[in-house]
């Protein structure tokens, strides 16, 4: 494990993040790393479609969508 050197300023949205979010600040800049890979791995979907990929590898059911809402 190591050390990631950011700027004051994420690092103050990052703290302010993890109320939000319910997560450790490590834990919350693992999730937008995580998240940021993802995208930009990814271009084509949406963050709609990844975050709904990865809960179903992680094998969280996912419900359909209502009707009118596009299916991720």
Not at 2 to 29: F, M, P, Y
Request: hydrophobic fraction near 45%.
């Amino acid at each position: 494990m190591g050390i990631v050197k950011i700027e004051d300023e994420l690092h103050e949205q990052l703290r302010r993040a993890t109320t939000a979010s319910c997560r450790s600040i490590n834990g919350q800049a693992a999730y937008w790393l995580r998240l940021g890979m993802l995208c930009e791995l990814n271009p084509g979907l949406t963050f709609q479609e990844i975050a709904a990929r990865e809960l179903t590898a992680a094998g969280v059911v996912v419900p359909a969508p209502a009707p009118g809402q596009v299916a991720a």
